[in-house]
């Protein structure tokens, strides 16, 4: 029986170690939708991106629009990543249709006069086979050099990257919907980004309330309060907000359709 157990250890030791080694990218962190490894974004930002990518996901159930960010010193690191096998571990998309659609943003920090600024060096995206009939390598180019390299905004990551959710959500909407465009106003959304308070996060373990909170806020609220609108500002205030457990949320399977930019 002993030997048993001796072999069933090394067993389990050997398939964490086999599992670590296959991860050649960070896991996605709770909020899954914007992974922001570099630092680059504001907590506002992150939430309200968040709140409106869950809610295309769970109210659809096709497309997943999942940002990362990464901390590069030169062009050279960028080559250290490869977009579709880090599509391909974190799986954006129902597996069924295969509309995930992953967008890389990769930062460079420099000093002028002793103040640390960040700037966008290299965007990389690549969508879900599902995608591809809806989203060109062109359109993809177009977007990114229009809102995320282009001089606009005075250079904020979180106004860029804001304006191309906006423009990319929109897009999606009404090609593979048929849906209106949502409005914007990009003012509106800096007076908001400066004036949000920061708020306390519990990362950890999904609760039971938090997530009949957000079932509810779905389902129920967002038809009573404007539709997606009204469940983007329940989410936030309550699937984010302090006093809930996060619901950490995940990819739906989704595979890489390799012609993305």
């Not at 067993?11 to 630092?39: E, H, M, W």
């Not at 974190?90 to 640390?116: Q, R, S």
């Not at 983007?232 to 930019?261: E, W």
Request: charged residues 20%.
């Amino acid at each position: 029986m002993s030997r048993l157990w001796k072999w069933l250890f090394i067993g389990l030791i050997s398939f964490f170690l086999f599992a670590c080694k296959q991860n050649k990218y960070p896991d996605p962190t709770f909020r899954y939708y914007v992974n922001d490894y570099a630092d680059a974004l504001m907590q506002y930002t992150e939430r309200l991106i968040t709140a409106q990518n869950a809610y295309l996901y769970e109210e659809y159930g096709d497309i997943q629009i999942v940002y990362a960010t990464f901390l590069v010193e030169d062009a050279s690191e960028i080559d250290k990543y490869d977009r579709v096998e880090l599509f391909e571990q974190w799986a954006p998309g129902n597996k069924e249709t295969d509309m995930g659609f992953l967008v890389i943003l990769f930062i460079h920090e420099y000093e002028e006069d002793g103040i640390t600024f960040q700037e966008i060096l290299e965007v990389q995206m690549e969508p879900g086979y599902g995608l591809e009939e809806y989203l060109t390598p062109t359109e993809m180019n177009i977007m990114r050099d229009e809102y995320l390299l282009s001089d606009t905004h005075y250079g904020i990551i979180d106004m860029k990257l804001m304006q191309f959710q906006y423009e990319l959500s929109n897009m999606l909407y009404e090609k593979v919907y048929g849906e209106p465009p949502i409005d914007y106003d990009m003012e509106e959304f800096y007076d908001d980004l400066m004036s949000a308070p920061y708020v306390q996060e519990d990362t950890g373990n999904t609760s039971l309330l938090g997530m009949l909170l957000s079932i509810l806020s779905l389902n129920f609220l967002g038809s009573s309060f404007g539709g997606s609108w009204g469940v983007v500002i329940i989410l936030v205030l309550l699937g984010f907000g302090g006093g809930f457990t996060f619901i950490r949320f995940k990819g739906g399977g989704g595979r890489s359709g390799g012609r993305g930019i």
